[in-house]
């Protein structure tokens, strides 16, 4: 048994719970072919509001490939691509988006990284 008082313990995950994800979630639920993008109304403003931030946070030029926000490191030549947190990035079953967005990123000759929305906010430096 932890040492830490329930109270803590039960709110230790909470920081780790998106309401963006539960409602895409949710709709996935109600219909499996719901569509799941950036463009909704709870997803544009908070990518609007946390892109620009979070690539200058790592010295990354702010960019898109594909119509999805990136950061470009000129020094290392690799291209960051924020994508939806229930993407998937097997690179046999990618969304038209994010292969657009890849193929974007090598045109212009760069190493590719694909990174969840989720991820980037909560361990910007992993």
């Known amino acids: 048994m932890s040492s830490l008082p329930s109270r803590v ?13 539960a409602l895409d ?8 072919s719901a569509q799941l993008d950036f463009g909704t109304g709870w997803w544009a403003p908070f990518i609007a509001r946390v892109a620009t931030p979070y690539f200058f946070g790592l010295d990354l ?6 119509g999805l926000p990136a950061g470009v490191s000129t020094t ?11 993407w998937d ?13 890849i193929a974007d990123a090598e ?20």
């Open 25 to 32: 979630m949710a709709r996935l639920a109600l219909d499996p």
């Open 9 to 21: 313990r039960k709110h230790a995950y909470h920081p780790l719970l998106d309401w963006r994800t």
């Open 61 to 66: 030029t702010p960019t898109t490939f594909g």
């Open 107 to 126: 045109r212009q000759g760069l190493r590719w990284h694909l990174r969840s929305v989720f991820r980037a906010v909560r361990f910007p430096y992993e």
């Open 89 to 101: 990035t097997d690179t046999s079953n990618l969304r038209p988006e994010v292969a657009a967005s």
């Open 76 to 86: 290392t030549s690799e291209a960051f691509i924020l994508i939806h947190p229930l």
